[in-house]
């Protein structure tokens, strides 16, 4: 019986021994797990991005179950394997290691993905692309040369400010070009300001700029004209090409600086005719049956002197079988022998009566209580009506539709 009794008592002990070191290890496991998740939820001191980033997708998926009102943290995977150090302030900031180390790539979480945002420390380039300017590498066949300025009106001093910037792709007749410009505010003609000249170059860049005083009531009447000529080594000066700009489309005022830019046109050197000549252009549009005129600019008028000119325009009539169809006019510009219009007017014709419609335009003059007077007229048609430049006109504008065709034609007083 002691023998029974000192073996149940040792079993016992044994038992009881298990069972504490069972408990102990039990309550010391939680604590452990305890301390781990406390550890995770404090600031850190020091922690290795490399862990984290492993655990990332199980962090995401229990933050999605949890729901937690706090927002966690995620280094960015820019920064993976870089120490942090703790700050007295809780703030991290990342040791300076490498100053010249380049970000590396890698998986981009969903919080990175936010509003199409990306990591930090790397730039987009297509968010900083500019918009090509065309203007400097778009020259159509032919061209001879483009000139970009720039005007302001000072509406206080009465002061137009033209600044003349540059001038590129010109086609000089020799190898060398010396270029410069000379400015005009038409219908002004005997005074002119000049540009400096740049010696051997294609592409001068001017940046100069020009004062022309001008009241605010003429302003709009008024026409600019650039003439870029090339200076040889004689001294002599070549017309390259010139720009002419009226005004009186643009809203000029001091807070509005345009900047312009017009490809050079060559200039019509034959002298004018005895009435003086008309430029327009013509265009039919086949599809929407729409015949368009621009009428550009007149030279060499021969205005009435006997009485003071109120203003020039020019009629422009459609005509069908010599029957009066429509008729519209230009704005009337104060009497100047050379007046720029730039205007666009717009006819209804069938394909159809092609063959028999012609134009007829007509450049009047406005007197103060006296008759308008015809200072000439030009008729542009197929050829029942025309012959020579103005059927080659019509012609070319039926064979190239949708297309403006430019041309200079000479006034007759024949009606």
Not at 202 to 224: A, G, I
Request: with cysteine; glycine share 6%.
């Amino acid at each position: 019986e002691q023998a029974v009794a000192v073996a149940g008592g040792i079993i016992g002990g044994i038992l009881l021994f298990v069972l504490l070191g069972i408990t102990t290890y039990l309550l010391w496991k939680k604590i452990f797990r305890l301390f781990s998740y406390e550890k995770l939820i404090n600031p850190v001191k020091t922690t290795n991005a490399n862990a984290i980033f492993q655990d990332q997708a199980n962090s995401e998926t229990q933050l999605k179950s949890t729901r937690s009102r706090s927002v966690p943290f995620i280094i960015p995977p820019t920064l993976r394997g870089r120490d942090w150090v703790h700050l007295t302030n809780e703030e991290q900031v990342q040791e300076d290691r490498d100053p010249y180390m380049t970000p590396q790539s890698g998986p981009r979480s969903s919080f990175h993905s936010l509003a199409g945002a990306y990591v930090v420390g790397t730039i987009n380039p297509d968010l900083y692309k500019f918009p090509e300017d065309k203007s400097e590498t778009d020259f159509p066949d032919g061209n001879i040369g483009r000139l970009w300025f720039s005007i302001e009106y000072e509406q206080e001093s009465e002061r137009l400010l033209v600044s003349l910037i540059k001038v590129r792709k010109l086609q000089p007749l020799a190898d060398s070009c010396s270029p410069f410009v000379k400015i005009y505010l038409l219908p002004d003609e005997r005074s002119y300001l000049q540009s400096k000249t740049k010696r051997k170059t294609l592409n001068p860049q001017f940046d100069e700029n020009f004062v022309f005083q001008v009241s605010s009531k003429m302003l709009l009447q008024r026409t600019l004209k650039f003439l870029v000529y090339h200076v040889d080594k004689q001294k002599k000066h070549h017309l390259l090409g010139q720009v002419i700009f009226p005004l009186k489309n643009e809203a000029l005022t001091e807070d509005n600086k345009l900047v312009i830019w017009r490809d050079l046109e060559k200039e019509n050197l034959e002298p004018p005719s005895e009435h003086g000549d008309i430029q327009f252009s013509l265009s039919y549009n086949d599809y929407l049956g729409r015949l368009t005129v621009v009428v550009l600019r007149a030279r060499g008028l021969k205005l009435q002197e006997e009485s003071p000119a109120v203003g020039v325009y020019v009629k422009v009539s459609l005509m069908n079988h010599n029957k009066f169809i429509k008729s519209k006019k230009t704005a009337a510009l104060l009497g100047t022998p050379n007046p720029v219009y730039n205007e666009t007017f717009s006819f209804k014709a069938d394909q159809t009566e092609l063959d028999t419609a012609s134009l007829s335009l007509s450049v009047l003059q406005s007197n103060k209580g006296e008759k308008t007077l015809l200072l000439g007229r030009v008729v542009v048609g197929p050829f029942m009506y025309t012959r020579g430049k103005e059927l080659e006109h019509w012609n070319e504008m039926i064979s190239k539709p949708k297309e403006l065709v430019k041309r200079w034609h000479a006034l007759c007083h024949s009606t």
